[in-house]
């Protein structure tokens, strides 16, 4: 009697373990008109070969420094320093349309002798460029605006047709030297002159004296 019991038992246990698994693996149905569509996972093989270490580096300049030969684009000979002599002419220029301080009689608007005749050389040059003329602040306010006013006025008596968007206050362009570092280059540059450019191992020293120079060495006989 317990023998068959348990065979019975075994066996409910058995057909409850098949269907369970066959419940289990058997998909549930879809839905009726969907279409699942399935997308392929991105490729992970390894490209074939293996660039070097030099290939890389390579690489890198080119994107970073270099560039590439497909990219290069061939220049005039000289177009480098042209463009920079450009630059600084036109630099020089537009720093020569600015009048100073000096350019005036102290503390009034009027045009002292040379700045008289920085404003006749502006005139030959004025129309080819459109550089502005630059008064320099300085003074008491309300004077630079006199001076910009008193400018156009001697610019329309001198026959110049100019906008008054042309004529601005404000700081000079060029910032020169102060007064002991013009004096100590100019001490040099007499000195490099006097030697023909040869010796340049002396200077002028910071009190402006010149410092002795090292005699030339003595030519080597063959």
């Not at 450019?197 to 030339?216: K, L």
Request: neutral net charge.
């Amino acid at each position: 009697m317990k023998s068959d019991r348990w065979s019975r038992s075994l066996a409910a246990l058995f057909l409850a373990g098949s269907g369970w698994s066959v419940m289990a693996e058997t998909p549930a149905p879809a839905e009726q008109g969907t279409v699942i569509e399935v997308t392929p996972l991105p490729s992970t093989a390894p490209p074939q070969g293996r660039m070097g270490v030099l290939r890389r580096c390579k690489l890198w300049l080119q994107d970073c420094f270099l560039g590439y030969p497909s990219e290069f684009e061939p220049v005039p000979f000289g177009a480098a320093l042209r463009a920079n002599m450009t630059t600084m002419v036109a630099n020089g220029e537009a720093a020569r349309m600015v009048f100073y301080d000096y350019d005036f009689i102290p503390g009034t608007a009027s045009l002292n002798h040379r700045g008289q005749e920085h404003l006749a050389r502006i005139q030959q040059g004025f129309f080819k460029h459109n550089y502005p003329i630059i008064i320099e602040w300085c003074g008491p306010p309300g004077l630079a605006d006199a001076r910009r006013l008193a400018l156009l006025r001697d610019l329309s008596i001198g026959g110049v047709a100019v906008s008054p968007q042309r004529v601005v206050t404000g700081p000079p362009i060029a910032v020169g030297m102060s007064g002991l570092e013009s004096e100590i280059v100019y001490r040099n540059l007499l000195m490099q002159t006097q030697s023909a450019g040869i010796s340049m191992s002396g200077g002028v020293s910071r009190s402006g004296n010149a410092t002795p120079q090292a005699p030339p060495p003595a030519p080597v006989q063959p």
